[in-house]
């Protein structure tokens, strides 16, 4: 056999040799990168370097070597001591990191929005205040204005009584008007009575002074 045919036969013992698993994420160790070749051994060529913490999809793995896929699509072989089954410790702080920072940026966000709520609670407060005061400027507003038209109605009533009062006066002068207008009336017949009781009291005096014997007087007067 020539060199070349054991060549082949080593490979094809040794990928035999690979046990064949079901697929699952690994992670590049914690080495700052790692170098994807083109087949199991160091005189393979390296594709391309991966840095620490990244995952891969292992399609194949062995003791010494790992058939890996990106994410990215891109496949190789790396050494198994390389591959975690979960991020190395200096990824898993930088993404812890990354967490606390994640959730200060959030504290602070919450601390700003807990000012301006209390700023809007303030604001709020102090128009519930402003309103407050305006509705005390309303009510006594509305109380005065209740006195004042209560003021109308009071003078409605007054100004009825007074109309009624005139008219009772009014009935009342018209009755003495009446009773005024009778005894004048009384007045005037009495007089008129009078007036003529006196014109024939002195109409029946006339006559009794012109039957009375006046010249036998005289005769009596002339004998002396």
Sequence with gaps: ???????????????????????????????????????????????????????VVVLEESEEYSHIKTQNGNDGWVLSKYLMAEPSARVQLAKAGETIQGLKEQR?????????????????SQ???QLQTENQDLNQRLSELQKVAAHPVQL????RTLKQDLESERQRSARLEEE??????????????????VSIGSLILGLII???????RKDD???Y
């Design 180 to 197: 005024n207008k009778t005894l004048k009336d009384n007045s005037i017949r009495q007089w008129f009575m009078v007036g003529g009781g």
């Design 1 to 55: 056999m020539n060199c070349k045919m054991r060549n082949s036969l080593f490979l094809l013992l040794l990928l035999a040799s690979f046990t064949a698993t079901a697929e699952t994420t690994r992670f590049i160790s914690d080495d700052l990168t790692v170098p994807i070749r083109s087949g199991t051994s160091t005189k393979h060529k390296i594709l391309r370097f991966l840095n620490s913490g990244t995952p």
């Design 210 to 216: 012109t039957r009375i014997p006046w010249r036998r």
């Design 156 to 159: 409605e009533k007054e100004n």
């Design 127 to 129: 128009i519930n205040q």
């Design 221 to 223: 007067w002339g004998g």
């Design 108 to 124: 602070k966000d919450l601390r700003t929005e807990i000012s301006s709520q209390k700023q809007a609670l303030e604001e709020q």
